[in-house]
């Protein structure tokens, strides 16, 4: 795991985020995504700077589970360092909510040097 990815488990593990149950690393279909919370159908992914050069690849396969049912809510690997109890606020508002907000406009990779400001740019 990533150190983004360990900092989200320390929280999700042990239903410790509004008492839902996380699983890590489940696959789905052909897929194995970051953590799913199966009673909600939702599905949490944290994205490294290799993402930015896959973006059409997770289009596909974020549309793909959402087509099983699946909410998917992607954050960058520095937004989770930087701003987890803002990840962690939003993960929580999804939980709670049957709809995910609207996608943002598109917020540039951090690996092109360019930092997020708010926590509006969280959702992608």
Not at 61 to 78: A, E, K, M, P
């Amino acid at each position: 795991m990533t150190d983004a990815e360990r900092r989200l488990w320390r929280v999700l593990r042990g239903k410790q985020l509004a008492g839902y149950k996380f699983r890590r690393q489940a696959p789905i279909g052909k897929y194995i995504v970051d953590f799913v919370c199966f009673e909600k159908k939702l599905i949490v992914e944290l994205d490294g700077g290799q993402h930015a050069s896959q973006e059409q690849q997770d289009e596909i396969r974020t549309r793909w589970l959402q087509s099983q049912g699946y909410r998917v809510i992607r954050f960058w690997n520095n937004e989770a360092l930087a701003c987890t109890d803002g990840v962690f606020q939003l993960i929580q508002e999804a939980l709670e909510s049957d709809v995910v907000p609207p996608d943002p406009p598109p917020q540039s990779s951090p690996t092109r040097g360019e930092e997020q400001t708010s926590n509006s740019t969280l959702y992608r």
